[in-house]
Nanobody, 123 residues
Framework: HVQLVESGGGLVQAGGSLRLSCEAS????????MAWFRQAPGKEREIVAA????????VYADSVKGRFTISRDNAKSTVYLQMNNLKPEDTADYYC????????????????WGQGTQVTVSS
């Protein structure tokens, strides 16, 4: 019943910005922790950012800290990833994910997944 649908990916130049959105349905969004993952070609999937059901805390991978911001709008069942100062190494498929239960930040097991949106950063 749970569906997570990402949007907002595309092609941008290095130094540019992009905002990803993930709209959830079939999910009790207000009590779910949300996260963004990415997978670059030839690389393992990695978690980028996570946000608590109450908006705080938010946590980030070191590689994106200071450049990316995760946020959520519970009224719209939507989580966002604002990506600034993009670098070619940010090129990846980006996925949103959700979980219920105890907050575990970047180390949590996320149960529900979207199908991804592509982000390509040119040099």
């Amino acid at each position: 019943h749970v569906q997570l649908v990402e949007s907002g990916g595309g092609l941008v130049q290095a130094g540019g910005s992009l905002r990803l959105s993930c709209e959830a349905s079939g999910l009790t969004f207000s009590v779910a922790a949300m996260a963004w993952f990415r997978q670059a070609p030839g690389k393992e999937r990695e978690i980028v950012a996570a946000i608590h059901r109450l908006n705080n805390p938010t946590v980030y991978a070191d590689s994106v800290k200071g450049r990316f911001t995760i946020s959520r709008d519970n009224a719209k069942s939507t989580v966002y990833l604002q990506m600034n100062n993009l670098k070619p190494e940010d090129t990846a498929d980006y996925y949103c994910a959700a979980k219920y239960g105890v907050w575990q930040g970047l180390s949590g097991k996320y149960s529900y997944w979207g199908q991804g949106t592509q982000v390509t950063v040119s040099s």
